[in-house]
């Protein structure tokens, strides 16, 4: 939803502000470039402008927006004063895209070399984002540079043009891009990356479907022209169905799986007969009665837990049978996640004396991860 909302604020922006986008593109330059390197220094910011803003640009979601209105300004149907006012947009759209983009692939470049510094590595996935990013970088280089006006109007119009087609290359790894991303975050049971990649899918495939039907039909085969639009929608909408059930998919073969070793482990398991024990009225007590029960000895105590990209470890102190402090003490999960996680989810346990809490939207794996580290303290403390 997040690239839909970005979308649909581009072209606000673009309808609202062209005339003067146009007439005063550098002030656009810079207003973009202060917003994405302020994005970046905003640590003690509300948790939920930090979530916003890290949707939306820091993650570069509004960049690809961006991208994305220059790509389809191309095969709209012309002669509407809204395409017309992105054609004349492109220019100033992809440049003010590229400041987003770069300020984008530095902050995370920079949290993966802090990981691998600190002894803890990256996946695969991140490894081919991260070897995406780089040939994306260089790929907008010239494209950005020969975006300017003042450039373009020295350069054979030819050569130019030979050199935007480089572009094709750069939509395309903008997609593989997210879809290594995404997909990992789909094989963890995250649903509603289903959804954000099925709406990158649908965008993407309907611009390829697109630009590939309008060579055709410029060159004289409109007929194959309009074969490859029914077929490639049909598949389109196909692969936009698959992708979007498949973290639910995942997640269903997950606890089908679950309940069949539960179940093979109660056949194996010998039912215990308490012969001549009568059975005493009330005696019988619930789970939750018998967490009630439990004691905690005063003390400070350690525990970890699993997080995204390695252990969280935190402190639990506890004073009178309550948990008085929660600490994290080390860990090297994703920021800005891990941080949200931090600010929010310790202080929670604290007040409701309690692990079942809920976690922070947005830093799921970190706030488990932490709830999961106080847990195994606590289990240090009982008596």
Request: glycine share 8%; hydrophobic share 45%.
């Given at each position: ?7 649909v604020l581009v072209f606000v922006i673009c309808q609202a502000f062209g005339k003067s986008i146009k007439k005063h593109a550098p002030i656009w330059y810079i207003s973009l470039f202060a917003i994405a390197l302020l994005s970046m220094f905003i640590p003690a910011a509300p948790i939920w402008l930090q979530q916003v803003v890290t949707g939306f640009i820091t993650r ?81 280089a010239p494209l950005t540079i020969t975006s300017f006006m003042a450039i373009r109007k020295k350069m054979n119009p030819v050569t130019w043009k030979k050199l935007q087609r480089f572009s094709y290359l750069f939509y395309g790894m903008i997609y593989l891009h997210v879809f290594l991303l995404f997909s990992r975050q789909i094989t963890k049971g995250h649903t509603s ?191």
């Open positions: 939803m997040k690239l839909l909302i970005s979308l570069g979601t509004l960049a690809t927006a961006m991208f994305i209105w220059v790509m389809y300004a191309r095969i709209l149907p012309k002669g509407r004063k809204t395409m017309a006012n992105f054609m004349s947009l492109r220019a100033p759209l992809a440049i003010g895209a590229t400041f987003l983009i770069l300020l984008h692939s530095t902050f995370y470049l920079t949290q993966y070399i802090g990981r691998i510094m600190n002894g803890y590595g990256i996946t695969s996935y991140e490894i081919f984002a991260g070897i995406f990013s780089l040939v994306m970088v260089f790929l907008l990356y289903g959804r954000e990649l099925a709406i990158y899918t649908a965008v993407f495939g309907l611009y390829l479907v697109r630009r590939v039907a309008l060579y055709l039909e410029m060159s004289n085969k409109k007929a194959i022209g309009v074969a490859v639009t029914r077929v490639g929608n049909s598949l389109l909408v196909t692969m936009c169905v698959c992708i979007f059930f498949w973290p639910y998919a995942l997640n269903y073969s997950n606890e089908t799986e679950a309940m069949i070793s539960r179940a093979v482990v109660s056949e194996k398991s010998i039912p215990i007969k308490n012969e001549g024990v009568p059975e005493v009225m009330g005696a019988s007590r619930s789970d939750s009665e018998e967490e009630d029960d439990i004691e905690y000895a005063d003390g400070e105590y350690t525990g970890s837990g699993m997080g995204y990209n390695g252990p969280i470890t935190v402190t639990v102190t506890i004073s009178n049978r309550r948990i008085e402090k929660v600490k994290v003490i080390s860990g090297e999960d994703d920021d800005p996640y891990y941080t949200w996680a931090i600010k929010e989810i310790p202080g929670a346990i604290e007040k409701s004396n309690t692990t079942e809490v809920d976690t922070v939207s947005g830093a799921t794996t970190s706030s488990k991860a932490i709830i999961a580290a106080v847990n195994d303290a606590l289990q240090k403390a009982e008596k």
